[in-house]
């Protein structure tokens, strides 16, 4: 018995000891994974800080987050995780705790909450008031949400005034403190600004510098403007954002950004040494015919923000501001606002200027037209013309049981259409003898047609329509020189060195350049995403289109944090989750995050965002692409780079899910006008649409071209596409034909035209055929599509 108790209290004693060896172990892994975290964020610190990094300092700025008091630290150049955790004698893993998403890559300009322990107060200066000059000025209480901006505006003084008698105000504007606002005098007042010395770069004329203080007053003669441009340079304090030192020296943003080029790669750096431009000021009188300023009532609607309200206003988001304080912290639906209404300006009235040359923007080049050529005066010729059409009338299998369903339908209403307009031009005097031949895809039918003893004769030929059999006819046309019209393809190499050829289709890189000229005329701050069905097709367009783009859009854009920070709220309050009157700590905006209190105490600086253009392959990214490359904050162009029916309609199936979500807008080509698109996918979604021709038929022209048909062939066309693009070929090369004879191609430049469906503006280069470049962006408007603008480009054959 005593042996077996023996036993017992020993295997007890092994288990208790190692029970004892595992807690001990346990107890060491987690001493070394401690450890190791704190080495990886120590060594790390130490390889990023380098041998320079700035003093961390401690923050006076407390802030009371959920009943907690926390430390607001701006993030500086080079700082390190572990340098402001040692300085702030807080754990790293404290911060990360009370910060979601903090790592050890630390941004410039980032901000970090560190909890204050209970007792631990800033060290707070007491400054004693000084005196001032009550006749010099006056005092203000600051009250909640007042900007510099808006105090500039009440009391007519710059925000550089205030700042300057304010001791630059370096922790910014804050609630419940009193400002010394410097009266408005009559005469020009020197305000005690700190002083800074200044050097001033003089023309190149001059040959010695100056240096001026800031406040010193340049005097010049009334009513007479300036011309003449120095520089100062701003050394960047802490806390100073780029439209803060914009305000301050009243010179735009981006000005500044061209001066500094450093700019356009990186954000602003405490200690950077800025060139500001400057520019004398004029003392001018105001004028006695000068209004006082008015204003609108405005009524927000559902979607609607400050940004776009101003853009709607043309006015700026500040203009705003200053008439309604209360917009401050957001707006809501239904909310009245009251908008600036400022005095235009009158436009100089251009004058006339007859017999010159006349320069039209064509692309990458400019084509010059005179007005008056002496061969290409019009003039009414009086011999007969023939004029040849090649049309697939498929007459062998014509059968009159069936012919609803035959294919030479169709054609029937394209000669239809050219004989409406050789009647008209008959009207008009000119002598026209239509010769039609039966000519499609069969090569021996083209033989028999350029056999018939007539052809030879002809001083116009119009068509074959099939691409395959209409190299044949050009050859035909070319050894006799007879001018001959492609109507359906754009193919480049039918105009190369043949003179006689004509092609109506504008070729598809001119319609990718004038998309590319659209977005850059009118969306060039806009998010940019090119889109094509799958990876291994229409590589060349996502090319030309980039090409097009590259270089003529801003690489980067500056958004205002109140926009930023209005978008924050309208998602607060569009959210079921959270409780009423709530805002969401963050919002993520192009990849980024943005906290509330952030962009709540920068509310008058802008944030620089990226400006790449995306491309996405539809087949891999579908829905969640489109939701991942799109912005927020900006609107998003996408162009649609696959030009086929079933994709277009699932494309814009899928983007009418997010039009709620994002703000839209979609380019499309050509085929798109042919679609018969549904109108309740388009109204949404801002489309365009570049095209060479679009049936609109609200038009009274359409309207009285139906009439005509109707009255001449005793029904409607049954294809109206048919039958109006006949009608302006025929018009337009028929009248060519009659006013300028059978050399009319040197002539087209002059005769341009806008028909039922196409637009015509034909030039070409020595030696080679002619191209259509007059091409139009169609964008959808009251449920039909208009035209947007019009371009004229020169289409020359490349060597």
């Known amino acids: 018995m005593v042996l077996w108790k023996a036993s017992i209290m020993k295997r007890s004693d092994v288990m208790e000891g190692l029970h004892i060896s595992i807690t001990y172990y346990c107890m060491i892994v987690r001493i070394v994974r401690v450890l190791s975290v704190f080495l ?13 990094v700035p003093v961390v300092k401690k923050s006076t700025k407390i802030e009371i987050y959920k009943g907690n008091s926390y430390y607001i630290h701006v993030v500086e150049p080079k700082q390190t995780l572990y340098s402001i955790a040692r300085v702030y004698s807080t754990p790293i893993s404290d911060l990360m705790k009370v910060n979601p998403g903090l790592s ?29 000059d009550t006749a010099a000025f006056q005092k203000h209480y600051v009250a909640k949400g007042e900007t510099l901006y808006r105090l500039s505006r009440q009391y007519g003084v710059s925000i ?45 004329r001059e040959k010695e510098r100056q240096t001026v203080k800031v406040g010193s007053v340049l005097k010049e003669k009334e009513d007479v403007v300036s011309t003449d441009t120095a520089f100062i340079y701003h050394r960047v304090k802490r806390r100073e954002t780029l439209y803060g030192i914009s305000r301050r020296y009243r010179v735009s943003m981006d000005r500044i950004i061209e001066m500094n080029p450093l700019l356009k790669s990186r954000k602003l750096h405490r200690g950077d040494r800025l060139r500001i431009p ?45 008439l309604n304080p209360q917009a401050q912290k957001g707006i809501k639906r239904r909310r009245k606002l009251k908008i600036p209404v400022f005095p235009k300006e009158e436009e100089p009235v251009a004058e006339e200027v007859r017999k010159e040359v006349v320069e039209i923007e064509a692309g990458n080049t400019v084509v010059k037209i005179t007005e008056e050529l002496a061969e290409c005066v019009g003039r009414a010729h009086q011999e007969e013309f023939r004029i040849a059409l090649l049309l697939p009338f498929y007459l062998e299998e014509l059968n009159l049981e069936d012919y609803g369903q035959s294919r030479s339908r169709r054609f029937l209403d394209f000669y239809k259409g050219i004989r409406m307009a050789t009647d008209s031009l008959a009207r008009r005097g000119m002598k026209i003898r239509l010769d039609v031949y039966d000519v499609d895809d069969d090569l021996q039918k083209v033989e028999e047609a350029l056999n018939a003893p007539g052809l030879k004769q002809s001083d116009l030929i119009i068509g074959p329509l099939f691409r395959r059999v209409f ?16 109507p359906f393809t754009p193919q480049v190499d039918f105009v190369r060195d043949n003179p006689e050829v004509f092609k109506v289709q504008v070729p598809e890189n001119i319609h990718l350049k004038l998309i590319a000229h659209s977005i850059r005329k009118h969306y060039p701050e806009s998010n940019i995403i090119l889109v094509r069905e799958r990876a291994y097709q229409d590589g060349e367009r996502v ?127 050509p085929g798109a006008l042919t679609y018969a698109l549904e109108a309740d996918f ?63 191609g040197h002539c087209l430049p002059n005769h341009p035209y806008e028909g039922l469906f196409f637009n015509f503006f034909f030039v070409g280069k020595p030696g080679n055929g002619y191209e259509n470049g007059y091409a139009s962006i169609y964008r959808f408007y009251d449920f039909h599509f208009v035209p947007e603008e019009k371009l004229r480009y020169t289409i020359g054959v490349e060597p």
Not at 471 to 486: D, E, G, L, T
Request: charged share 20%; proline share 6%; aromatic share 12%.
């Open 40 to 52: 990886s964020f120590f060594f790390f610190s130490l390889n990023v800080s380098g041998q320079d």
């Open 160 to 204: 550089a005034a205030i700042q300057g008698a304010n001791d630059g105000l370096p922790g910014g504007l804050k609630a419940g403190t009193f400002l010394l606002i410097p009266r408005k005098a009559t005469q020009p007042t020197v305000v005690n600004a700190p002083e800074m010395k200044v050097e001033v770069e003089k023309p190149h």
């Open 104 to 132: 050890a890559e630390l941004t410039p300009g980032q901000i970090i909450k560190i909890p204050v322990e209970k007792g631990e107060a800033p060290e707070l200066k007491i400054l004693s008031a000084p005196d001032y």
């Open 471 to 486: 190299p044949r006819v050009m050859n035909f046309a070319h050894a006799n020189h007879i001018p001959i019209v492609n």
């Open 278 to 322: 400057q520019t004398k000021e004029v003392i001018r009188q105001p004028s006695p015919n000068e209004k006082p300023l008015s204003f609108v009532a405005h009524t927000v609607r559902k979607g609607e923000t400050l940004w776009s309200i101003a853009k709607q206003y043309d006015v700026d988001v500040e203009d705003i501001l200053l």
């Open 682 to 744: 388009l109204a949404g979604l801002d489309v365009h649409v570049s095209g060479s021709g679009y049936l609109d038929f609200g038009t009274p022209y359409m309207s009285a071209f139906e009439e005509a048909y109707l009255n001449r062939w005793g029904h409607y066309p049954h294809n109206q596409m048919y039958a109006c693009m006949a009608y302006d070929l025929g018009m337009y090369f028929g009248s060519a034909l009659y006013s300028f004879g059978r050399d009319f």
């Open 543 to 669: 090319a030309a289109i980039k090409e097009a783009l590259q270089g003529k859009l801003k690489d980067r854009v500056l958004l205002p944090n109140s926009y930023l920070y209005n978008l924050l709220v309208e998602k607060s309050y569009g959210d079921t989750t959270i409780e009423a009157g709530e805002l969401f700590d963050t919002i993520y905006i192009e990849n980024r995050m943005f906290k509330e209190d952030f962009l709540s105490d920068e509310i008058m600086a802008y944030t620089i965002f990226p400006n790449p253009i995306h491309e996405l392959v539809y087949e891999d990214d579908s829905l969640h692409g489109l939701s991942r490359y799109a912005s927020l904050a900006r609107r998003n162009i996408f162009v649609s780079l696959t030009d086929e029916k079933s994709f277009s309609m699932e494309l814009l199936s899928r983007l009418n899910s997010l039009k709620d979500t994002f703000d839209i807008s979609v380019y499309m080509l």
